[in-house]
């Protein structure tokens, strides 16, 4: 059994995504709502506009409606794990944003904005040249992450602004 300290940790479920979609459903009608307040119901265009909207609210409550239950019906977690030996992450869905390696092997953490692909990365850059991407998408405290980084390795070098990304033409 591993019992070794942990000293980051963050995990993200399915289930909880799945609240955040339950939500935006019951949302998504005050949003069209507040929308076609901004049209005047005298105007030649609202008939239109309010049969528009419904088709919108009807195709985003569906869609939001077969997400939620894909999510229910498919569990699995995202996490990132720091321990004194390990620097772990796991993504249900992609692959290369899944990986487990020594943080002490570590030598720099990078964060880039691809401008061709529309993309934001960060990398992790390993002492033998390997490097490996860690998910930007999920809401785990950067700050955190990166100061325990530190804490495990102070040779590191990690973004001195987590917000900000650098631009790069092509990764």
């Not at 459903?25 to 949003?31: A, D, K, R, T």
């Not at 069209?32 to 008939?47: K, N």
């Not at 590191?156 to 917000?163: E, G």
């Amino acid at each position: 059994m591993n019992t070794e300290k942990t000293i980051f940790y963050y995990e993200r479920s399915r289930k909880q995504q799945a609240k955040v979609l339950a939500f935006n459903m019951i949302f998504l009608p005050l949003v069209m709502w507040l929308f076609l307040q901004l049209i005047p119901e005298t105007a030649a265009v609202y008939a239109d506009v309010l049969m528009y909207t419904q088709y919108i609210l009807l195709t985003g409550e569906v869609l939001l409606l077969a997400l939620l239950v894909w999510f229910i019906t498919h569990p699995a977690t995202f996490y990132i794990r720091l321990t004194d030996s390990e620097f772990s992450s796991f993504h249900p869905n992609f692959k290369s944003w899944s990986f487990s390696v020594d943080p002490h092997d570590i030598v720099a953490i990078e964060q880039s904005t691809d401008q061709g692909a529309h993309a934001s990365y960060i990398s992790v850059k390993m002492a033998d040249g390997r490097c490996f991407l860690l998910s930007p998408n999920f809401g785990y405290n950067r700050k955190k992450l990166y100061e325990a980084l530190r804490l495990v390795n102070p040779h590191i070098k990690t973004p001195t602004y987590r917000w900000l990304f650098s631009r790069k033409a092509g990764l």
